[in-house]
């Protein structure tokens, strides 16, 4: 227990790869593959032209929006590919809260970004080389959050229904003047339209 207390409070920036290999926004797909299969990458961070980092292009964007869609690679740009924006985490956030993280946004990766710059990517596989029971233990408080989340939006979608249906105007024959309306309010035990609601004040 105290060894598991001990890596619980590891940082990002402890297990992080850093430098990260990263290509321009204008790069043609193709030169981007081949830096991946180059250096045996899973993803690569595009930058902008202040080398910002905007996006990030997985083997999944790939097959996704390149080969599934028969596009010819040396004519696709970075940019038309790449997922974003870039999701981030700081270093020195703990590697609990990065893997809560992914968890709640379904990704297996993050830039690690500190004041504007980046230093690092964080995956998924490099939080279970760590801490491999950290991963279970997250995605079930994850589904736990969004199965609350879940209830609490049906429980308020409820309670606005109940109340729209409270408010809601009354339609049916006035009581006095037997003509039917749409918004019938009840005085005195009698339920009266418009006029005959005003009559019946102005009277008072």
Excluded at 92 to 110: G, H, P, Q, V, Y
């Amino acid at each position: 227990m105290a060894d598991m207390g001990l890596r619980g409070k590891m940082l990002v920036k402890d297990v992080m790869s850093s430098p990260v290999i990263t290509s321009q926004e204008n790069t043609p797909i193709d030169k981007v593959a081949q830096l991946m299969a180059r250096d045996g990458l899973g993803c690569i961070v595009i930058t902008d032209k202040q080398v910002k980092p905007s996006g990030i292009i997985t083997e999944k964007d790939l097959v996704e929006r390149v080969l599934a869609k028969n596009a010819k690679p040396d004519s696709v740009q970075a940019k038309e590919v790449m997922t974003s924006p870039l999701l981030t985490i700081e270093p020195d956030e703990t590697i609990s809260d990065a893997a809560r993280k992914m968890s709640r946004l379904n990704i297996r990766r993050l830039g690690v970004v500190y004041k504007g710059q980046l230093y690092g990517i964080i995956s998924s596989k490099d939080i279970l080389g760590v801490m491999p029971e950290l991963i279970e233990i997250i995605q079930e408080q994850a589904r736990i959050q969004t199965e609350k989340a879940a209830q609490e939006e049906t429980e308020e979608n409820e309670a606005v229904k109940e109340e729209e249906e409270e408010t809601s105007p009354l339609g049916g024959y006035c009581d006095l003047c037997r003509v039917w309306s749409d918004n019938l309010t009840e005085v005195n035990g009698e339920f009266l339209c418009e006029d005959c609601k005003a009559e019946s004040e102005s009277e008072e």
